[in-house]
């Protein structure tokens, strides 16, 4: 009971962590119109570093999102939620898995800032995942599953939004009204726009065998802007990130977290 116990504070704790993250990545999003920043994850957790005691907090960020990539594995390998065995179920996990793995490499940036070994500016981003990717035998492919992934992955937080599917998942006190319902659809289908566009920039970096065309959020809200009514856009894309921060920090406090056994653990790796 008490490992139980542990284990639903670290997943609540990585929770908060990613909601930080994207309130930070929502505010310099909004900014970057005027003074040309980039508004991506990196950059931001390099807003929390400037700030007093920056390296503690980064820490504290660090350990959150350690604690959501353990939740994640549970996900993906345990079957925490209770996904039907069926090729969605087994889609759906792997999407899991994909997210830990994507959420390991800012937990590692995190951690090495907190550190003082992760002074330096971060080595290709997006760019130069692809360019490794591609550098591997079949890589292209590779690169062009990921794309696919990525894309099915926004297309189901759309889906999950408008679909209000994140309700199953979510233990909302009756008295909490109308307006986290708003927060969490608007949050949602957001994120998975912008998903979806980031999902497209990798597949068609493997189609053109070009690394320098994939891209991440910062790219995508980019694209968004050059389009007809992109200041609009832009800006309700970039709240529309705000709102999904403000959903993690709802998933972290009414999230049911069903921590698998260990004996079931066990044979999901065996």
């Given at each position: 009971m008490q490992n139980q116990s542990l284990?639903?504070?670290?997943?609540?704790?990585?929770?908060?962590?990613?909601?930080?993250?994207?309130?930070l990545v929502a505010g310099l999003a909004l900014f970057s119109s005027f003074d040309g920043g980039e508004a991506d994850s990196k950059s931001a957790l390099q807003v929390v570093l400037?700030?007093?005691?920056?390296?503690?907090?980064m820490g504290f960020i660090a350990v959150g999102l350690l604690g959501f990539i353990a939740w994640r594995l549970a996900q993906a390998f345990?079957?925490?939620?209770?996904?039907?065995?069926?090729?969605?179920?087994?889609?759906?996990?792997?999407?899991?898995?994909?997210s830990a793995i994507v959420y390991s490499s800012l937990a590692l940036y995190a951690a090495s800032m907190a550190l003082r070994v992760g002074d330096r500016q971060d080595s290709g981003g997006e760019a130069g995942l692809s360019s490794w990717v591609i550098s591997?035998?079949?890589?292209?492919?590779?690169?062009?599953?990921?794309?696919?992934?990525?894309?099915?992955?926004?297309?189901?937080?759309?889906?999950?939004?408008?679909?209000h599917g994140y309700r199953k998942y979510l233990d909302i006190p009756a008295t909490a009204g109308t307006g986290l319902d708003w927060v969490c659809v608007y949050g949602l289908a957001a994120r998975g726009f912008l998903l979806l566009i980031t999902g497209v920039f990798f597949a068609f970096a493997a189609f053109t065998v070009d690394p320098d065309q994939a891209g991440g959020i910062s790219e995508a809200l980019a694209w968004i802007r050059e389009l007809p009514f992109g200041a609009f856009l832009y800006v309700f894309a970039?709240?529309?990130?705000?709102?999904?921060?403000?959903?993690?920090?709802?998933?972290?406090?009414?999230?049911?977290?069903?921590?698998?056994?260990?004996?079931?653990?066990?044979?999901?790796?065996?």
């Open positions: 284990f639903q504070l670290l997943a609540r704790s990585g929770y908060t962590a990613r909601g930080i993250v994207y309130v400037q700030q007093p005691l920056g390296r503690v907090w345990a079957n925490a939620d209770g996904h039907p065995v069926t090729a969605k179920g087994y889609a759906i996990r792997f999407g899991l898995l994909v591997q035998p079949f890589g292209r492919y590779v690169l062009a599953g990921i794309g696919l992934t990525v894309v099915g992955s926004g297309i189901a937080q759309i889906i999950k939004g408008f679909g970039a709240v529309g990130l705000l709102a999904f921060g403000l959903y993690s920090f709802i998933e972290a406090a009414y999230r049911r977290i069903r921590p698998p056994a260990i004996a079931s653990a066990r044979a999901a790796l065996l």
